[in-house]
């Protein structure tokens, strides 16, 4: 068959066309595959590692152990495991925003521990992660930043969300506001530990955000970072 260049041209764009097609078919496939996983994850996998990879990040914030579903401990956790399955893996209505979608490998080692039946230990043996270390909060902007504003008040204290107006996102936010949000030295002057307290005219976080409010520890720590002359 002789062939012109024309017709050359058309049959490599033809087949460009088709693999590439091809490759589409491939990528969407893989992204909307059921998560499977691996026999030997299911039989590694314990309620630590699934509270330090998943819980603590996207979770806890909102379920810890101040009433309603608490991940905080394996025995009030694993009576709840049909309700994760459901909320998380099916309906994928948990978690709630503002904490985005779980990723592929936060899916893969739920998904694990879930058909595993839940276990506290590893079901292959072994005794599992060891007890995840409870976060110590340090009185400094970095370690409060970590633990508490990313957690409970950066999503919406950021430009462009609904609190943009007031960012909280750097140590400059916080010390040259104009609503007097940390005044070095006089934590009760401050408009950060006056909005964290019970009762609070404008309590934060809100209390229909879902976010749970400061624990003791968290106040605290700003607290004594406020009375240091937030350094
Ligand atoms: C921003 C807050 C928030 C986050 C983050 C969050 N939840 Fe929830 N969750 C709620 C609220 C509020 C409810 C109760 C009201 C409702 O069901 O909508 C709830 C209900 C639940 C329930 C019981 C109701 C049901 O659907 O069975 C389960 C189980 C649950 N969450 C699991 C999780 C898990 C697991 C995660 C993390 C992967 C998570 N949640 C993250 C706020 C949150
Ligand atoms: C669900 C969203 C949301 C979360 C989470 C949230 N805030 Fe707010 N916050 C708001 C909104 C909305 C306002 C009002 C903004 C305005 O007036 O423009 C506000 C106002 C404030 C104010 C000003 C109050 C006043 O007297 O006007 C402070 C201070 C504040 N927030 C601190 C915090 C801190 C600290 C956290 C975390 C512990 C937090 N917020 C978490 C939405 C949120």
């Known amino acids: 068959m002789k062939l012109n260049k024309g017709s050359n ?6 087949v460009t066309l088709l693999i590439s097609s091809c490759n589409y078919k491939i990528e969407k496939e893989i992204n909307s595959d059921p998560i499977s996983v691996t026999d030997q994850l299911r039989r590694s996998v314990s309620y630590n590692q699934v509270k330090t990879e998943v819980f603590q990040s996207k979770c806890i914030s909102c379920h810890g152990n101040s ?22 893996l099916k309906s994928k209505t948990m978690p709630k925003a503002p904490f985005s979608a779980l990723d592929r490998r936060q899916l893969e080692v739920l998904t694990a521990w879930i058909e595993a039946g839940g276990p506290e230990k590893p079901i292959g043996g ?8 409870p976060t110590v909060i340090e009185p400094n902007f970095p370690s409060i930043k970590k633990h508490v504003l990313e957690m409970k008040c950066i999503s919406c204290h950021q430009v462009g969300q609904s609190a943009g107006r007031i960012p909280l996102v750097t140590k400059e936010d916080l010390l040259e506001s104009p609503m007097d949000i940390v005044v070095p030295g006089d934590p009760d002057e401050s408009g950060i530990m006056i909005v964290i307290q019970p009762g609070a005219r404008k309590f934060m976080p809100p209390a229909d955000s879902g976010i749970s409010p400061l624990t003791e520890e968290e106040k605290n720590a700003i607290r004594v970072w406020i009375q240091n002359g937030a350094p």
């Open 9 to 14: 041209l058309f049959i490599l764009g033809l």
């Open 126 to 133: 072994g005794d599992g992660e060891p007890e995840p270390e």
């Open 67 to 88: 009433g309603g579903v608490n991940l905080e401990s394996y025995s009030s956790t694993l009576q709840n495991l049909n309700g994760i399955k459901k909320s998380v």
